[in-house]
């Protein structure tokens, strides 16, 4: 493995660690007990909403992190997955979880 590859390798598994330290947080404010008081229950039922949707784009962004460290250890990191080309390196270092060479992305 490339240094440069061993750089992105350990970007993403650092990132996988953030995410999934971010998604035990968000769903630890989920489950908290709501208020008494209707207009705070409210309120809080709409910070619930909040903090749900970002826990669906970390978990989003969480498989497409495994799946960068998957392709990675498998050998087919920086190829495309829609036309099979290279992906270049200072496309994957911009954007370590991509699948797709600049062609095909655009």
Partial sequence: MTPELEAIRQQLTTRRTELADRLSSLKA?????????????????ENDEVVEALGNEAKQELSLVNRAI???????????????????????QAVPYTNLCIN???
Avoid: K
Avoid at 29 to 45: G, L, P
């Fill in 70 to 92: 998957e392709r990675i250890e498998s050998g087919t990191y920086n190829l495309c997955s829609q036309c099979g080309g290279e992906i270049a390196l200072q496309r994957l």
């Fill in 104 to 106: 095909c992305a655009a």
């Fill in 29 to 45: 404010d989920i489950t908290q007990s709501h208020s008494r008081d209707w207009a705070e229950q409210a309120q809080e039922r």
